[in-house]
């Protein structure tokens, strides 16, 4: 228990009659960086809120270093940044900053603070003539300003240019390389491949996929056989042994294949032309599209 930043046990939420979660049981070690995935909802802003303290369960618990969220959250080791938080005009971004460290028992220096979420640059603007990337990183400065151990991020990059983006990625490898916790939610599937040394996949209240990006790619998504062929006629490519998905860009040929093998026996079988065959594992999309659709076909 003394290593455990996060912990659901047996979780379920109702409103009114949909059921956002549903017996929902996970745990996370302390100093791990997780994606949370999901459709829209799965029920990820539901197991947020229940984090954070702002809701409570109908049935299970939720415990946040072993105790109660709202706790953790009132002494400050707990840090979030929402998307859709609000600003209040008329102050500078270092005012705004060192406000709201103000609030903590603990808080992270101001200088450091401006330094590790990239501030330091606009830190004399007026908060209501940032960019969408500047307001991005004012949010995340304000959620790291009291110094937490645990960490929630919904969706930080959204704004961020590529040099931006991974300059923001480094930081929180900074951030979490000292034995702190990051829980983040993105639609950007490539950062949860890239960043995340673990990924929970949810869909219709229930975890569908928990485990690495490796295991889950390896799981969920089959094998892709790519390779070059002329005039490519979609039917009989969907009609290969194995082929659960075709895409068709000019001459190159890309398949989704629950078995590869039967996939290139059937094409050299029958007659198919083509040319640079390349076969390798799914990408993350691919699994997580693939997880997602088995747990909706179930119902």
């Given amino acids: 228990m003394a290593d455990v930043a996060v912990r659901f046990s047996g979780v379920s939420k109702r409103f009114g009659t949909v059921h956002a979660l549903n017996g929902v049981s996970f745990s ?17 802003s539901t197991s947020v809120s229940l984090m954070l303290g702002l809701r409570e369960p109908d049935a299970g618990a939720v415990e946040i270093f ?61 908060v209501e003539r940032l960019s969408g990337g500047q307001v991005q990183r004012l949010r995340f400065a304000m959620a790291i300003a009291g110094n937490p151990e645990l960490l929630f991020l919904d969706e930080p990059t959204t704004g961020f240019d590529v040099d931006t983006r991974r300059r923001f990625w480094a930081s929180i490898h900074t951030f979490a390389a000292s034995g702190r916790t990051v829980l983040f939610a993105t639609h950007y599937l490539e950062e949860a491949d890239a960043i995340a040394d673990r990924i929970i996949v949810m869909q219709k209240g229930r975890i569908v996929a928990d485990g690495s990006a490796a295991s889950i790619k390896a799981g969920g998504g ?54 640079g065959l390349e076969i390798g594992g799914a990408d993350l999309e691919e699994a997580f599209l693939a997880l997602v659709n088995t747990e909706e076909a179930a119902g």
Avoid: W
């Fill in 66 to 126: 072993g105790g109660r969220a709202e706790q953790a959250v009132r002494t400050g080791r707990v840090g979030a940044m929402l998307q859709s938080s609000g600003l209040p005009p008329g102050l500078q971004a270092r005012e705004l900053i060192d406000f709201v460290r103000g609030l903590y028992p603990r808080p992270t220096g101001l200088d450091e603070l401006l330094q590790a979420s990239g501030c330091a640059e606009f830190a004399s603007r007026p």
């Fill in 222 to 275: 089959g094998r892709i056989v790519t390779f070059h062929s002329p005039d490519p006629d979609r039917s009989r490519l969907g009609a290969l042994d194995g082929v659960t998905k075709v895409d068709i860009q000019g001459d190159l040929v890309r398949l989704v294949s629950s078995d590869s093998d039967a996939t290139v026996r059937a094409a050299v079988v029958g007659g198919m032309p083509f040319r």
């Fill in 28 to 44: 996370i070690p302390k100093g791990e960086v997780v994606a949370l995935l999901g459709p829209n909802g799965a029920g990820k």
